[in-house]
């Protein structure tokens, strides 16, 4: 109905406009007759010999403005079918990418809850054995970031043109509120149309504005505590590569601290072997100390005992009788001296 009267009325004012500018054209045209005449009865009357002259009048324009007043409000017109249109198809998109979004930020929301799965199993990694339970929590770690690192950029894309449809919303309602000031009956549709659509999309904006503040808080916790569980699983290795150095090097120790132990027991079997030998020598030396003495007192015994009384010499070897002269211990033993004892 407003396409049919916007033509009805375009047609009638185009009409209408044409009748005016073939009324001022015909006017102009005898207005024009009527100076050329006045000329020439100048010239005939007052003037001998001067050749009347006609001025030709400039190019009409009154048919060129009313065809660019009809493209204009044909123009007016369209754009006025396609804001209902556009307004449609927007508040349509906008509900699909909502639709996306609060998928995404589901998504971003559930990566929250697996940091704190990836936590869980990188504590209960305790000792060296358990590194596989620590493996397993930094790459659940690891895999959560990059997830979050490739959805957030379209979460946050899907937000702008969110915020795009928004603008170009106000956009059109700006310039319907300029249209119908100047053409009523073809913007007052467009105008109704354009202002719902605004504040369609304006609600559906400020969920899209909170779905992304949400995601942002979910993508900041996510991230910190996949982070935390990175830095545990690192700490853990480094401690557990700091004890096994430290065993490795208690190990050594003990071995160093085994290998002098051995050779102090083997120092201290040496001495003890040495001792008993240099205490065998002594016994050795004694006893030949004392077979020697005893050989010298039965030797002086033997001699004394010949110079009270004779008596019977020994089978084995005769005993000389020497003249001491005066002097009152006997002579030294004439015999062999006694065997010396083995020496090492």
């Known amino acids: 109905v407003v396409a049919a009267a916007t033509t009805t009325a375009a047609t009638t004012m185009e009409a209408d406009e044409r009748a005016e500018a073939e009324a001022e054209a015909e006017d102009e045209v005898k207005n024009a007759d009527d100076a050329a005449e006045v000329c020439e009865g100048r010239g005939d009357a007052g003037v001998v010999g001067r050749i009347p002259t006609f001025s030709f009048l400039p190019k009409l324009t009154v048919a060129r403005s009313i065809e660019e007043r009809v493209a204009h409000l044909r123009a007016m017109q369209s754009d006025a079918k396609l804001f209902v ?62 997830e979050l690192h490739n959805t957030f950029p379209d979460l946050s894309e ?39 659509t605004k504040a369609k999309l304006a609600s559906q904006r400020q969920v899209s504005v909170g779905l ?42 003990a071995e160093l601290f085994q290998q002098a132990e051995i050779r102090r027991q083997q120092e201290e079997q040496l001495r003890a072997h040495r001792a008993m030998e240099l205490e065998q020598e002594r016994l050795a030396l004694e006893r030949q100390r004392e077979e ?42 004439t015999g062999p001296p006694p065997p010396m004892p083995p020496q090492n």
């Open 85 to 146: 249109e556009q307004g449609s198809k927007d508040v349509d998109d906008v509900k699909e990418l909502l639709k996306v979004l609060k998928e995404q930020v589901k998504q971003v929301d559930s990566s929250m809850e697996r940091a704190r799965n990836a936590w869980n199993v990188a504590m209960q990694a305790e000792r060296p054995e358990d590194f596989e339970f620590a493996k397993c929590g930094e790459e659940l770690a690891l895999e959560i970031i990059r």
């Open 292 to 333: 020697e003495l005893s050989w010298l007192q039965r030797q002086q015994a033997a001699q004394w005992g010949y110079q009270q009384a004779p008596m019977q010499a020994p089978m084995h070897a005769p005993i000389e009788i020497v003249d001491l002269g005066g002097q009152s211990e006997p002579p030294p033993p």
């Open 212 to 253: 992304l503040q949400r995601a942002e808080v979910s993508k900041r916790t996510a991230m910190l505590k996949a982070d935390s569980v990175v830095q545990l699983v690192l700490e853990k290795q480094r401690r557990w590569q700091d004890e096994h150095a430290l065993l490795q090097e208690d190990a050594r120790l």
């Open 158 to 196: 899907n937000a702008q043109k969110v915020d795009d449809l928004y603008k170009q919303a106000c956009d059109r309602v700006t310039r319907a509120e300029t249209g119908h000031a100047q053409v009523k009956h073809f913007w007052e549709a467009a105008l109704e149309s354009a202002r719902k």
